[in-house]
Antibody, heavy 121, light 107 residues
Framework: QVQLVESGGGVVQPGRSLRLSCAAS????????MHWVRQAPGKGLEWVAV????????YYADSVKGRFTISRDNSKNTVYLQMNSLRAEDTAVYYC??????????????WGQGTLVSVSS | DIQMTQSPSTLSASVGDRVTITCRAS??????LAWYQQKPGKGPKLLIY???TLESGVPSRFSGSGSGTEFILTISSLQPDDFGIYYC?????????FGHGTKVEIK
């Protein structure tokens, strides 16, 4: 069965960095685009970033462009989110999610349990 | 950026009722729309993609319709397990945005 397990969340001061990881299993990882989606406490969902199955393309939400970097290691079935220059408004549960079967199918058919990032001094 | 507007923001209905949730896009997104259900403390669950395709394992009482800028999620006969927050999401032109959600309560 498909499993996505996030890790790396925690409390961090504004301006600092954090790297999230998402370990995938139960499917052929190198054939799916992988996304990060976040949800601020008590708020709705916000798409953050995507990396294509082969690592050739990545896209970001305007709110994180230039500060966050998505990457993946297909040999480890893992996708990462490097978050730099963190702000209070980045406080959220961060979900790793699998994209649909086709390259432009940016709906999310499997989600992890989420990892909480809290940016506070 | 494409904005997604959902209505209503909250609805309360009885078991067996037919329920509809509307989602409007600020510009045409063809059929690139998905619907999710989220329960407290959990990640969202995919219900519908490409506006009207039912995800495997999702009960047939859920259906989606629409194209262009207006979309509807219908629950034909509301069940006790259908409580939660429902989100629409567009995925067009290398971006993705969600609606603000519709909270469904069981009377």
């Amino acid at each position: 069965q498909v499993q996505l397990v996030e890790s790396g969340g925690g409390v961090v001061q504004p301006g600092r960095s954090l790297r999230l990881s998402c370990a995938a299993s139960g499917f052929t990882f190198n054939t799916y685009g992988m996304h990060w989606v976040r949800q601020a406490p008590g708020k709705g969902l916000e798409w953050v970033a995507v990396m294509w199955h082969d690592g050739t393309n990545e896209y970001y939400a305007d709110s994180v462009k230039g500060r966050f970097t998505i990457s993946r290691d297909n040999s480890k079935n893992t996708v990462y989110l490097q978050m730099n220059s963190l702000r209070a408004e980045d406080t959220a549960v961060y979900y790793c999610a699998r994209g649909g079967a086709w390259l432009l199918d940016w709906y999310f058919d499997y989600w992890g349990q989420g990892t909480l990032v809290s940016v506070s001094s | 950026d494409i904005q997604m507007t959902q209505s209503p923001s909250t609805l309360s209905a009885s078991v067996g009722d037919r329920v509809t949730i509307t989602c409007r896009a600020s510009q045409s997104i063809s059929s690139w729309l998905a619907w999710y259900q989220q329960k407290p403390g959990k990640g969202p669950k995919l219900l519908i993609y490409k506006a009207s395709t039912l995800e495997s394992g999702v009960p047939s009482r859920f259906s989606g319709s629409g194209s262009g800028t207006e979309f509807i999620l219908t629950i034909s006969s509301l069940q006790p397990d259908d409580f939660g927050i429902y989100y629409c999401q567009q995925y067009n032109s290398h971006s993705a945005t969600f609606g603000h959600g519709t909270k469904v309560e069981i009377k």
